[in-house]
């Protein structure tokens, strides 16, 4: 068994879409964080878990004993978007974002306004609260969780990535 993060209900997170790409037998077991990957990956309730190299908080998980890197692989993951809902406005109250996708803030156009920034645990939970909100909202999330939440894309922020990520087993020393 094999877990990632990812939404139970709208699995469309870059690191789902990679696990079913390259492990395409395994069971693929949804979680909210990374954080709770390894520790079910720590209580032996998961064989393997996968975790792009991006995540901000992978440092720590690479240095922890119990665990060893037992494979690296590229995936090609879905755009980095800015999306909202298509009735909305580009000015808006909150824009969110998952931590690895903070540096793309940056390259979001001028004429795009938002008040506030709120980090979220994933993609999918970026796309989610747009999705749900009665603002005006934006979200930076990949372009698989803006189309399957019927979200318009505004901008691409980043095509084309081939992403690293690391599968990581307990260390049955």
Avoid: W
Wanted: one cysteine or more; aromatic letters at 8%; proline letters at 6%.
């Amino acid at each position: 068994m094999l877990g990632t993060l990812g939404d139970k209900a709208f699995p469309s997170t870059c690191s789902y879409a990679a696990a079913i790409e390259h492990f395409p037998e395994e069971e693929v077991v949804l979680f909210d964080t990374f954080e709770e990957c390894i520790k079910n990956l720590k209580n032996k309730e998961l064989d393997v878990v996968i975790i792009p190299a991006a995540y901000p908080s992978i440092a720590p998980i690479i240095m922890d004993d119990p665990l060893q890197i037992v494979q690296t692989f590229l995936y090609r993951i879905p755009d980095l978007v800015l999306a909202k809902k298509y009735d909305s406005s580009i000015s808006a109250s909150r824009l969110y974002f998952h931590p690895a996708t903070e540096s793309l803030l940056s390259k979001i156009d001028e004429e795009v306004r938002f008040k506030e920034t709120i980090p979220v645990n994933s993609n999918t939970d970026a796309a989610l609260k747009v999705k749900v909100s009665t603002a005006h909202d934006l979200c930076v999330t990949n372009e698989l969780c803006a189309k399957q939440q019927d979200l318009e894309i505004v901008q691409i922020l980043k095509k084309d990535l081939n992403m690293p990520f690391i599968c990581f087993k307990g260390n049955d020393k």
